[in-house]
């Protein structure tokens, strides 16, 4: 897909899952990914904070190749280098990571998410050629362990009206508190541990896509 196609891909998406192997209750980054395209999910981020290059490099290659028969979005967390060598749809970069109008000129078909914490941020993204922002991280969350400033769910309803692209959500958010983020606007969640630690993943990821879409079928 070129990156119009793949715009046009993540619109349509609800649930967005994202790995952490640490956090999957003992299961495989693999069996977590075959569990989320189970249960519907259209897009995975593959985020692996402290892992080396080559390690990500040889998963992603394993990711690309389930999400196509799938027909699911690949997002690589950080590695530019590592979303281009596997063909995957799109990198997430964080506020230190590559500026977004420099990742741009290296990768002009590749989707372009950027992190933000504040409206300041999502809206400095968006001037720079973010194709999504991430408003976050909303609740306290075991990802973001040196964080001790949390947006809340009235953040979302304060950025999202200024943003002209799409953005998600994320953030400590799971099955008890996502109809709190989705009554001040988001239709895009990401989560983490709401999904990878569920007994149950492609059920937890049913569940949520239908409380999603019962708000934005």
């Known amino acids: 897909m070129n990156r119009k196609e793949r715009l046009e891909a993540f619109k349509k998406i609800d649930i967005y899952p994202v790995t952490c192997r640490e956090l999957s209750g003992g299961r495989s980054n693999i069996k977590v990914l075959d569990a989320v395209l189970a249960g519907g999910a259209k897009i995975i981020q593959l985020r692996e904070k402290d892992w080396e290059k080559r390690e990500i490099f040889e998963l992603a290659l394993e990711f690309r190749k389930r999400t196509l028969v799938h027909?699911?979005?690949?997002?690589?967390?950080?590695?530019?280098?590592?979303?281009?060598?596997?063909?995957?749809?799109?990198?997430?970069?964080?506020?230190?990571?590559?500026?977004?109008?420099?990742?741009?000129?290296?990768a002009p078909d590749l989707l372009l998410g950027a992190s933000s914490?504040?409206?300041?941020e999502a809206l400095g993204a968006e001037k720079d050629g973010a194709d999504y922002v991430n408003i976050g991280p909303v609740f306290p969350t075991k990802t973001?362990?040196?964080?001790?400033?949390f947006l809340g769910p009235?953040?979302?309803a304060e950025i999202s009206p200024k943003l002209k692209i799409p953005f998600t959500t994320m953030g400590g958010i799971n099955q008890k508190n996502i109809q709190d983020v989705l009554e001040k606007?988001?239709?895009?969640i990401a989560m983490v541990t709401g999904i990878t630690r569920a007994p149950d993943i492609a059920?937890?990821?049913?569940?949520l896509r239908e409380m999603i879409l019962k708000i934005s079928p």
């Not at 914490?117 to 300041?120: I, K, M, N, P, V």
């Not at 973001?144 to 400033?149: A, D, H, P």
């Not at 059920?203 to 569940?207: E, G, N």
């Open 71 to 106: 027909d699911a979005l690949l997002i690589i967390n950080d590695h530019l280098d590592i979303a281009l060598a596997t063909e995957a749809d799109g990198v997430h970069l964080g506020q230190d990571d590559l500026p977004i109008s420099a990742a741009r000129k290296i």
């Open 117 to 120: 914490h504040s409206l300041e």
């Open 144 to 149: 973001k362990k040196k964080l001790t400033r």
């Open 154 to 156: 009235d953040a979302i």
């Open 185 to 188: 606007g988001a239709r895009r």
């Open 203 to 207: 059920d937890r990821v049913r569940a």
